[in-house]
């Protein structure tokens, strides 16, 4: 927890948000201001400040906090895909994190961003 940061508020409830996907380790929800018509940010609950803060996390020999971390990452892919089917996106899907100032990022916990086009279909509004 990063007491300074939005999305560690959202995590903790102290900022409301229009949660679609909530586990132990992930959660997802709508983007304030949508840049497509489904574009939901999955985030894990830890605060990582961004995709960068992996840069040394790939090696060999793998010490159990890291391992775990690792494995959070792909299990974020995965509820992205999940979500994908969720929302009918069959034709495809975008699935960005932003990083840094020049990046584009903005809001600092890592994030990624689930955007695409269902052509009206949409099952959590
Ligand atoms: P970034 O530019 O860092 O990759 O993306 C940050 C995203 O967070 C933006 O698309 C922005 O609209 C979204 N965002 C910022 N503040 C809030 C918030 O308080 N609630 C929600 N749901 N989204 C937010
Ligand atoms: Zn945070």
Do not use: W
Not at 24 to 46: C, G, R, S, T, Y
């Amino acid at each position: 927890m990063n007491k300074d940061c939005i999305f560690c508020k959202i995590v903790n409830n102290e900022i409301p948000s229009e949660r679609i996907y909530e586990d132990e380790e992930i959660m997802a929800f709508k983007d304030i201001q949508p840049k497509a018509p489904v574009h939901v940010l999955i985030i894990p609950k830890k605060h990582f400040d961004s995709a960068s803060d992996f840069k040394d996390k790939y090696k060999m020999e793998l010490d159990s906090e890291t391992e775990e971390e690792l494995t959070l990452a792909g299990r974020m892919l995965a509820v992205c895909a999940r979500l994908a089917e969720s929302y009918h996106l069959n034709e495809g899907y975008r699935v960005v994190t932003n990083v840094g100032e020049y990046g584009g990022q903005t809001v600092y916990h890592l994030h990624f961003h689930l955007l695409g086009d269902n052509y009206g279909l949409q099952v959590n509004d």
